[in-house]
């Protein structure tokens, strides 16, 4: 163990390690840790899987794994792709644990995911986009740095139409074939599950599609009835087919789980000046039914599609409309690995009792940070609070005018688009949630200690 590694797994709870038993990982060994996967998308709309409604998307094998497994359909990601991805490997909305605030860089002592599973055990890979060292090699704040025992893939997003590849710390190619990156990142992924189908691993596969320059190989290029963005997300789909297939003829399907979800909402009409600037084909994900798109604070832009698969550990044919977010993977994998928890606050909450049947709820009933680098809204239950703008430096929300133009009020349920605002008719409703959003901003500052 290196010096980092050592300093950061001193800093795990022992109120976290008494708690930390779980039947994931007892003692008497009758049942081996779970094999964790996570699958993340990037710029993936919530209507673009097949599961999720669209009619032009084909695919199959994300569709079958969310019918053998379970189908969360208020899953919330972070609303661009560092801050998102940030908050998956931390458990944290990002102004804890970001050096720059918002989530494009990640201190190098915020305790990822893979730190927390590798000192439970498990063997560790990244693969695909990082995006969380400000697109450079900031020492400290590499995948190798973060827990991950190995890495294949780019610093960053692909912007200009060209990835630098790297393995570990070591420069690869640089290629310019956009084409080609969800099956070469399929192929790592497969050859990690090979070396280490003994166990237990965690893979966390970071797509480079969906986010522009988007492109799709020779084999689904037109195929799709969905524009080319179409064809790329069929051949994420075909893709996952594969991982899962491996899984199968190595005998681990039973104990492994797989996440697969997107990092954000999908580019909609702000990409066509994207594609004027960058010289990329059109991306056109779909929020499905939801307002909004990638970047924005509106459902569009954060809830986005998750599916849960593993035939041994999860029970099939089910899906819950409770709030759960990637925030909450870090938890939940810790229990289900029996691992233990940073020892400063966290945001994500475990929903390991959801994911194995234990429960029929989520247990995740407020969500407080929908952020765009300032708190924008906050969600309990059925209802969101947009509150973005509305108290003045130095006022608390709570103090906030109710006719104040910037709060707005929706109810999820019976209005998922967003569409009617209804913030003079549920004024009890207003107040408990003005207090959640002082709780937010008071409560939701950088962690201590962390640099
Ligand atoms: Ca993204």
Redesign the pocket.
Same mark, same amino acid.
């Given at each position: 163990m290196n010096r980092r590694a050592f300093c950061k797994s001193v800093g795990l709870s022992a109120a976290a390690a008494l708690a930390g038993k779980s039947w994931g990982a007892s003692a008497g060994g009758d049942r081996k840790k779970p094999n964790l996967v996570v699958v993340f998308t990037?710029?993936q709309g919530y209507g673009d899987l097949g599961c999720f409604g669209s009619k032009t998307i084909r695919t199959p094998r994300i569709d079958a794994l969310a019918k053998e497994g379970l189908r969360l359909t208020s899953f919330y990601a972070q609303p661009?792709?560092g801050p *998102?991805r940030s908050a998956l490997l931390t458990g944290c909305y990002p102004p804890r644990v970001a050096a720059d605030g918002r989530g494009w860089q990640l201190k190098g002592k915020a305790v990822t995911i893979a730190e927390v599973l590798k000192d439970a055990g498990y063997t560790t890979a990244c693969i695909g986009k990082w995006d969380v060292s400000g697109r450079r090699n900031r020492p400290g704040m590499m995948p190798n740095d973060q827990g991950f025992d190995y890495y294949f893939g780019t610093w960053g997003?692909n912007d200009g139409g060209r990835v630098r590849l790297t393995r570990n710390r070591e420069p690869l190619e640089n290629p310019n074939d956009m084409a080609s990156l969800t099956g070469r990142y399929t192929d790592e992924a497969i050859q990690f599950i090979r070396k280490h189908k003994d166990g237990p691993f965690f893979l966390y596969v970071a797509h480079t599609m969906a986010?522009v320059v988007i492109d799709a190989s020779k084999q689904f290029k037109g195929k799709s009835k969905g524009d080319l963005y179409g064809d790329v997300i069929e051949e994420i789909d075909w893709n996952v087919g594969r991982i899962v297939d491996e899984l199968k003829q190595l005998g681990l399907a039973k104990n492994t789980i797989v996440v697969f979800t *997107?990092?954000?909402g999908p580019w909609c009409q702000r990409e066509a000046h994207y594609r004027k600037t960058h010289g990329g084909h059109l991306a056109t994900g779909s929020p499905g039914p939801l307002r909004g798109h990638?970047g924005s604070n509106w459902e569009g832009g954060v809830r986005v599609p998750c599916v849960v698969w593993g035939p041994g550990h999860i029970p099939g044919g089910r899906e819950n409309s409770g709030m759960a977010a990637t925030i909450d993977l870090l938890p939940t994998f810790a229990k289900l690995a029996g691992g233990h928890l940073p020892k400063y606050d966290i945001d994500g909450i475990d929903q390991s009792a959801l994911l194995t049947g234990a429960a029929t709820k989520s247990a995740r009933q407020k969500h407080f940070y929908y952020h765009n680098g300032k708190l924008g809204a906050v969600r309990q239950g059925q209802w969101k609070l947009f509150v973005g703008g509305a108290a003045k430096k130095g006022q608390s929300f709570s103090d906030v005018p109710f006719d104040s133009a910037p709060l707005q009020l929706y109810d999820l349920e019976s209005d998922i688009g967003e569409k009617k605002n209804v913030v003079s008719e549920h004024p009890e409703t207003v107040r408990a949630l003005l207090k959640l959003a002082d709780w937010a901003a008071e409560n939701i500052r950088p962690v201590e200690g962390l640099g």
């Open positions: 990037d710029d661009v792709c *998102s997003a986010h *997107s990092d954000n990638k």
